[in-house]
């Protein structure tokens, strides 16, 4: 069926190093939108990208859309503790206006 | 309030009990969504409010579960004779207005547990 895929599922990194996590959908998707959970949290709106090819920056965050806006990327650069957390990708996979969240990447920064 | 505001924080009941899950959105907001968040796992759609348009209960898994929101603010979320599967954390959030593309903003959250 039509889902929203992204890897890895987890990430185990040391504080310092870059981070990325690959969002990829099975159709076409008008915008998609990133989302960062933390530990015991809820869901917090990073971003959205709604062009091909779009690339978005937030300090050390960066966010593309790819050009045939079925896949997106997140890479942060030098990771820090505060990084911590699950980050959701999430598009209208299915079109009309709800989203599909993507199965998330678990981020973990170690000192 | 200043955010989505979910009640209760905690719920354990015991296996074929009803229970009812509270959203109070952030006050302006038209779209209302539920979602399910099983341990360590994705976020699961549940049900969407859209205005005055009728809901979208795509989501719902089964005829236990059903919502309502009355007078386009508050929601409700009743699962009936729950079973141990439904053990979860329920997600509310909220979004201005209606569309795939508004930002959604989340409650902390109902964990329910079943006995």
């Known amino acids: 069926g039509q889902q929203v895929m992204q890897i890895p599922q987890y990430q185990h990194v040391q504080e310092g190093e870059d981070f990325t996590t690959y969002c990829n959908s099975s159709?076409?998707?008008?915008?998609i939108q990133w989302y960062k959970q933390r530990p015991g949290g809820h869901p917090v709106f990073l971003i959205q990208?709604?062009?091909?090819?779009e690339v978005k920056k937030q300090k050390r965050l960066t966010f593309q859309f790819g050009e045939a806006k079925k896949n997106s990327s997140l890479h942060i650069t030098a990771t820090q503790t505060t990084d911590v957390g699950t980050y959701f990708c999430?598009?209208?996979?299915?079109?009309?206006?709800?989203?599909?969240f993507g199965t998330g990447t678990q981020l973990k920064v170690e000192l | 309030g200043a955010g989505v505001s979910q009640s209760p924080s905690n719920k354990v009941t015991e296996k074929g009990k009803d229970v009812e899950l509270r959203c109070d959105p952030i006050?302006?907001?038209?779209?209302l969504y539920w979602y399910r968040q099983s341990l360590g796992q994705g976020l699961e759609f549940l049900i969407y409010?859209?205005?005055?348009?009728?809901?979208?209960k795509s989501g719902l898994p089964s005829d236990r579960f059903s919502a309502e929101r009355t007078g386009g603010s508050v929601s409700t979320l009743t699962i009936q004779r729950t079973q141990q599967e439904d053990s979860a954390v329920y997600l509310c959030?909220?979004?201005?207005?209606?569309?795939?593309?508004?930002?959604?903003?989340f409650g902390d959250g109902t964990r329910l547990s079943i006995l």
């Open positions: 959030a909220s979004s201005l207005v209606t569309g795939s593309n508004q930002p959604q903003h």
């Open positions: 159709t076409t998707l008008s915008n």
């Open positions: 990208l709604v062009k091909s090819g």
């Open positions: 999430a598009g209208p996979l299915e079109g009309g206006n709800k989203l599909t």
């Open positions: 006050s302006g907001h038209t779209a």
């Open positions: 409010f859209q205005g005055n348009s009728a809901p979208d």
